[in-house]
T-cell receptor, first 115, second 117 residues
């Protein structure tokens, strides 16, 4: 069975602060994929990143960076110099390989960035 | 790229009405589409997976006769909530994936907020 845990239910920061969203996962599969999605107040989910289990390189995209640590089964997401537009619910998700696999979502972390 | 359009965005209707929600992949062929339901401040709950040209696979506890899914083409899937009741009120989101391999990300529609009076 797969499980994704996002222990932080809500985080509130002031603009320009850095913030890290935690994601811990459980799976018995050796090959799997991890994703982060953003859900702004308007409702649509926006794909942010995909990482496969064999690639532990950290990734940076603008103000966003991801830290994948297979040893601790974590895939954390950091926003540097947060902005009000970053306010959203962020979901971490996991899937294994195979045509029948489905995304297992975490419960989400609501990020509120204020001025 | 990878745009998914979902329509309508909001529906308000009387109890007993059937409601059809469309999900279209606009710039790619979606072999697999997914339908989710999301309650306020909750995560997404997968309802069913549909592959083009075949019957949908429903998750445990989801009524097939209540939530009819059709995936007739590589760019269109529909979810029909039959004889909707107030407890069916929710936010329904579809997603589409290129190919059948799970390593491809799912791209989501904007969601449909369904309110049954």
């Amino acid at each position: 069975a797969q499980k994704v845990t996002q222990a932080q239910t809500e985080i509130s920061v002031v603009e320009k602060e850095d913030v890290t969203l935690d994601c811990v996962y459980e799976t018995r599969d050796t090959t799997y994929y991890l994703f982060w999605y953003k859900q702004p107040p308007s409702g649509e989910l926006v794909f942010l990143i995909r990482r496969n289990s064999f690639d532990e390189q950290n990734e940076i995209s603008g103000r966003y960076s991801w830290n994948f640590q297979k040893s601790t089964s974590s895939f954390n997401f950091t926003i540097t110099a947060s902005q009000v537009v970053d306010s959203a619910v962020y979901f971490c998700a996991l899937t294994f390989t195979g045509t029948a696999s489905k995304l297992t979502f975490g419960t989400g972390t609501r990020l509120q960035v204020t001025l | 790229g990878a745009v998914v359009s979902q329509h309508p965005s909001r529906v308000i209707c009387k109890s007993g009405t059937s409601v059809k929600i469309e999900c279209r992949s606009l710039d790619f062929q979606a072999t697999t589409m997914f339908w989710y339901r999301q309650f306020p401040k909750k995560s997404l709950m997968l309802m069913a997976t549909s592959n083009e040209g075949s019957k949908a696979t429903y998750e445990q506890g989801v009524e097939k006769d209540k939530f009819l899914i059709n995936h007739a083409s590589l760019t269109l899937s529909t979810l029909t909530v039959t004889s909707a009741h107030p407890e069916d009120s929710s936010f329904y989101i579809c997603s589409a994936r290129m190919g059948v391999n799970s390593n491809q990300p799912q791209h989501f529609g904007d969601g449909t907020r369904l309110s049954i009076l």
